[in-house]
């Protein structure tokens, strides 16, 4: 069912969009290096409780150790769980992207697919996953939901569930289609450097007119 949303309420998304396009730009960014989208895929796999820092260490070593889907489809379980046990759920993450690798050869053709439910049909790709794939290598406007797009858009009153997958739904409703892609990319920008998760920057925000949460706590006198 769709989410009706009042003129005063879009007037203030929609200044939360230009604020947040002022402070962070609106250049397209990925935090996960990669070379293609395998790699990314990979990556994105790795990014799973994990910092974006510490994958990219890791996979700075790994691209050079396994140069194509083939090579990880055909890695040595255990030898590729101590490539990535520095990334935490090493286990899963080896088991997974090996399965990954080798549908990716049998099913489509060595070619990471552009389709959601074919994307989530990958061992190990869920919604965030696939988003991820979707928006920065095929351009396909997409809404990925991480703990800091998860914490902030919660804070801004965006959205009051706490699953990610509703979570998405929302913000696909109040955010226009056309800044999807980036409204990730700003917002873990601004986790990272104000609205951090052990001691947000309410105070000095820019947007803290503008959300709900900080608004609340003041009327509260907090």
């Known amino acids: 069912m769709a989410r009706r949303i009042s003129k005063q309420e879009r007037e203030r998304i929609q200044a939360i969009l230009d604020l947040l396009d002022e402070h962070y730009t609106t250049e397209y960014k990925c935090y996960l290096n990669h070379e293609n989208a395998w790699q990314l895929l990979i990556a994105t796999m790795l990014s ?128 226009p289609r056309e800044h999807w892609i980036l409204y990730n990319i700003q917002i873990i920008a601004h986790g990272r450097s104000i609205c951090t998760a052990r001691s947000p920057q309410c105070e000095t925000c820019f947007m803290n007119t503008l959300c709900k949460s900080y608004l609340k706590d003041k009327k509260r006198g907090k």
């Open 48 to 175: 799973a409780q994990c910092t974006d820092e510490r994958v990219n260490i890791v996979t700075k070593d790994l691209f050079q150790k396994y140069q194509s889907i083939e090579d990880f489809a055909n890695a040595d379980l255990k030898e590729l769980e101590k490539d990535i046990h520095s990334t935490g759920f090493y286990k899963n993450k080896a088991k997974n992207i090996i399965l990954c690798m080798n549908k990716l050869i049998n099913d489509f053709g060595g070619e990471v697919p552009r389709d959601v439910d074919e994307l989530t049909s990958l061992a190990g790709v869920g919604r965030k996953t696939a988003n991820v794939i979707r928006g920065n290598i095929y351009n396909e406007p997409s809404v990925v939901v991480d703990t800091h797009v998860k914490r902030i858009s919660t804070k801004l009153g965006f959205t009051k569930e706490t699953d990610p997958d509703k979570i998405e739904q929302d913000l696909m409703q109040v955010i």
